[in-house]
């Protein structure tokens, strides 16, 4: 821990994307507490005016404060960022740990059924799953998760076929571990590591995600906003009342961006050559 410590302290980069990731956090936890409207509350005197001291981003078409419709967005964003991607990871994780520690004819059949789906286009199959289940924020999870797991799955069995050669694997085959042992308490602990970097990745990749069906009328349905439900609403807009779509905008660009960079940092942590 102190040498991830040292290692972060040498990376402003990374320090700030962590800044950033911390604040949406806080941002979504404590949105009824620090928003300084309810993301509901509409004023009719105040339609569509710039940013001022009494809305700081201004205010939408029914009189409401975008700053506080950002934060409780944040709260809708993250939720299905974060959930999302702990699906994907359980599921794609534990199928492709099964996978490369079983082989054979097991093995291909299973990464075949990968094969296809991963050759189907994602935003294509979350839109159908999403319009089959529902715009509900339940549906945006499983469409989410039904389409990312299968990049997990390659990863993590890719790294179990390099694990199940190693001496310990087959030391607990001898003493008669059974398969779902030696996965869940020799492989995936190690296999952590990428499973971590991996996550990195995906939440900012399911935040945009959501946020594509939202802007195009498939995501979360109102009241409830999103950052997309929030520039859909602002591109009808774009020419006369810009601040509409910037805000949400630049918050989803800062926030995929700082998922991002810490993707990469922890990347080049978990890698043994880049610590020499």
């Known amino acids: 821990m102190r040498q991830f410590i040292e290692k972060m302290k040498k990376d402003w980069i990374a320090l700030l994307s962590i800044l950033i990731i911390a604040l949406v956090c806080i941002a979504a936890i404590f949105s009824p507490y620090i928003s300084p409207y309810p993301f509901d509350a509409q004023n009719t005197g105040d339609v569509l005016k710039g940013p001022s001291l009494k809305h700081l981003l201004g205010a939408d078409r029914l009189g409401r404060d975008l700053l506080s419709r950002i934060i409780y967005g944040a709260r809708i964003s993250m939720l299905v960022g974060i959930v999302s991607s702990l699906i994907s990871l359980a599921i794609g994780a534990v199928?492709?740990?099964?996978?490369?520690?079983?082989?054979?004819?097991?093995?291909?059949?299973?990464?075949?059924?990968?094969?296809?789906?991963?050759?189907?286009?994602?935003?294509?199959?979350?839109?159908?799953?999403?319009?089959?289940?529902?715009?509900?924020?339940?549906?945006?999870?499983?469409?989410?998760?039904?389409?990312?797991?299968?990049?997990?799955?390659?990863?993590?069995?890719?790294?179990?076929?390099?694990?199940?050669?190693?001496?310990?694997?087959?030391?607990?085959?001898?003493?008669?571990?059974?398969?779902?042992?030696?996965?869940?308490?020799?492989?995936?602990?190690?296999?952590?590591g990428m499973i971590i970097i991996t996550l990195t990745f995906r939440i900012p990749a399911a935040i945009l995600a959501e946020s594509t069906l939202s802007?195009?009328?498939?995501?979360?349905?109102?009241?409830?906003?999103?950052?997309?439900?929030?520039?859909?609403d602002g591109w009808s807009a774009i020419?006369?009342?810009?601040?509409?779509?910037?805000?949400?905008?630049?918050?989803?660009?800062?926030?995929?961006?700082?998922?991002?960079?810490?993707?990469?940092?922890?990347?080049?942590?978990?890698?043994?050559?880049?610590?020499?």
């Open 215 to 232: 802007f195009v009328g498939l995501g979360i349905t109102p009241p409830f906003s999103s950052w997309g439900t929030l520039a859909n």
């Open 95 to 192: 199928y492709g740990a099964t996978s490369g520690l079983i082989g054979g004819k097991t093995d291909n059949l299973m990464m075949r059924v990968v094969d296809i789906i991963y050759s189907l286009p994602d935003l294509l199959l979350i839109i159908l799953i999403s319009v089959v289940i529902g715009r509900s924020i339940w549906g945006i999870f499983l469409a989410l998760s039904m389409v990312s797991w299968v990049t997990i799955a390659r990863l993590v069995r890719g790294e179990v076929l390099k694990l199940k050669e190693q001496v310990f694997i087959e030391a607990a085959r001898e003493l008669g571990a059974s398969n779902l042992r030696i996965i869940f308490k020799h492989l995936l602990p190690n296999t952590l």
């Open 239 to 276: 020419k006369f009342y810009p601040h509409l779509i910037i805000s949400p905008s630049l918050t989803i660009f800062l926030t995929i961006l700082s998922f991002n960079f810490l993707g990469d940092f922890l990347r080049d942590y978990f890698d043994p050559e880049m610590k020499y």
